[in-house]
């Protein structure tokens, strides 16, 4: 029988504790085996009976109980993930500078397996000088330090420190469990990803747009997360949930989309457009909604060529910088490949992800299959997988094609 990964979850002093709960619920329902970990700050918000109800495992702070079993040296390295959710400040400062006051923080000394800190705190406390230098020296080390979400804190402020949610915690989770004991191998690179379908107005309640759901775009965005980088999304109109880790910027159109993407380009080690923007778009706007004419006759649209984003960004590529480009083709076999293989050139591409597309196929599921084409000229074929796996068969590509990190 399979043993069920044995992941440890941490839980600090905060407000967003009581989050925790919901993703610890989340790992046992899908067969994991969870030790809680709280601080004592943490059981102020939410009591150690609840833990051990929902983990179904006894609840410690400190390293006196059970001392029989050696648990501040045996947890650590039991585990195949440690989560720290929330991390709080003073938890992110104890780990980066090895301090061991409890069990939690003797656990994250004795591991060696993955772990993942997902920091929720106040915005002044999350951009101060020591915050930012304890997170650069944690993710310098190896663990991946996601990026608060913005929004809603305590009180009525509201501004970057607040927890992901934790579905996306969860995903960004198995994502590091996919990789195993594999190297966070994209630490401290900056990586731009794009995903959804832009969307042209006809006029105030009409649009030409697309199936792209952004599926495959967020994919990536998690997956480059649990290998380390630092990940801006440019999401066109996609509803998911924000992935956990990643700055977010929302656009529409696919002007939109370009000037977002070209402004997050400029410093970034990769660039992957996984978004579908509209190829045209209508060439005059009409600030009214048309309206039907008596006879029934249908209005004429006259189209216009939006920019080429690929295009723009190949042109501009800075020495060193990877860009992903996509081939979303209807057609299949040779034809796919030639019109591919002309993209990755026309677009001074390194790789272009050739996948079909059409009704049910590719757009808004839930798996993917794909030919990758390097400009050196080699092809890898992705079978039929999970966009989540997909995203990372690419990226591996990625990988072996960036120079190596001089910072």
């Known amino acids: 029988m399979t043993r069920a990964p044995s992941v440890v979850l941490g839980v600090g002093g905060g407000i967003a504790a009581y989050k925790a709960c919901e993703l610890l619920r989340l790992f046992t329902e899908s067969g994991h085996s969870v030790r809680v970990l709280p601080t004592d700050a943490a059981l102020r918000f939410v009591g150690a009976p609840t833990w051990a109800a929902l983990s179904g495992q006894p609840v410690h702070t400190d390293v006196w109980s059970d001392v029989h079993e050696v648990?501040?040296?045996?947890?650590?390295?039991?585990?195949?993930?440690?989560?720290?959710?929330?991390?709080?400040?003073?938890?992110?400062?104890?780990?980066?500078?090895?301090?061991?006051?409890?069990?939690?923080?003797?656990?994250?000394?004795?591991?060696?397996?993955?772990?993942?800190?997902?920091?929720?705190?106040?915005?002044?406390?999350?951009?101060?000088?020591?915050?930012?230098?304890?997170?650069?020296?944690?993710?310098?080390?190896?663990?991946?330090?996601?990026?608060?979400?913005?929004?809603?804190?305590?009180?009525?402020?509201?501004?970057?420190?607040?927890?992901?949610e934790?579905?996306?915690?969860?995903?960004?989770?198995?994502?590091?469990?996919?990789?195993?004991?594999?190297?966070?191998?994209?630490?401290?690179?900056?990586?731009?990803?794009?995903?959804?379908?832009?969307?042209?107005?006809?006029?105030?309640?009409?649009?030409?747009?697309?199936?792209?759901?952004?599926?495959?775009?967020y994919a990536f965005a998690r997956a480059a997360v649990a290998r380390g980088a630092r990940v801006t999304l440019v999401a066109a109109n996609v509803t998911l949930p924000d992935p956990a880790g990643v700055d977010l910027v929302r656009v529409g159109t696919t002007e939109e989309l370009r000037a977002a993407t070209v402004a997050a380009a400029k410093d970034a080690d990769v660039v992957v457009m996984a978004a579908a923007p509209a190829d045209f778009r209508p060439a005059v706007y009409a600030d009214q909604k048309i309206k039907k004419s008596p006879g029934g006759d249908?209005?004429?649209?006259?189209?216009?060529?939006?920019?080429?984003?690929?295009?723009?960004?190949?042109?501009?590529?800075?020495?060193?910088?990877?860009?992903?480009?996509?081939?979303?083709?209807?057609?299949?076999?040779?034809?796919?490949?030639?019109?591919?293989?002309?993209?990755?050139?026309?677009?001074?591409?390194?790789?272009?992800?050739?996948?079909?597309v059409g009704e049910a196929i590719?757009?808004?599921?839930?798996?993917n299959a794909a030919v990758v084409l390097d400009a050196d000229g080699s092809a890898t074929t992705i079978d039929m997988t999970s966009k989540d796996r997909l995203a990372d068969a690419v990226l591996d590509l990625v990988a072996d094609k960036l120079p190596p990190d001089t910072d």
């Open 71 to 164: 648990p501040h040296v045996r947890v650590g390295r039991q585990a195949d993930l440690v989560v720290v959710a929330p991390a709080t400040a003073d938890l992110l400062a104890k780990a980066a500078h090895g301090l061991a006051d409890d069990l939690l923080t003797n656990t994250l000394l004795t591991a060696r397996c993955p772990t993942l800190f997902a920091p929720a705190m106040h915005t002044e406390m999350w951009e101060h000088p020591a915050t930012r230098a304890n997170v650069a020296l944690l993710r310098e080390r190896g663990a991946v330090v996601l990026e608060p979400a913005v929004g809603r804190l305590t009180g009525a402020d509201t501004g970057k420190g607040r927890l992901p």
């Open 166 to 217: 934790p579905p996306e915690i969860f995903e960004a989770a198995l994502a590091l469990l996919r990789r195993g004991a594999l190297a966070p191998d994209l630490r401290g690179r900056r990586i731009v990803v794009t995903a959804g379908g832009t969307r042209e107005p006809i006029d105030p309640v009409r649009f030409i747009g697309n199936r792209s759901s952004g599926k495959q775009g």
């Open 298 to 356: 249908a209005p004429v649209l006259t189209l216009t060529t939006n920019p080429d984003i690929a295009a723009e960004l190949g042109e501009r590529k800075a020495a060193g910088q990877i860009l992903v480009a996509f081939a979303a083709e209807t057609a299949g076999g040779p034809e796919a490949l030639a019109n591919a293989r002309d993209k990755l050139v026309r677009k001074r591409a390194d790789l272009i992800v050739l996948n079909a």
């Open 362 to 367: 590719g757009f808004g599921t839930d798996t």
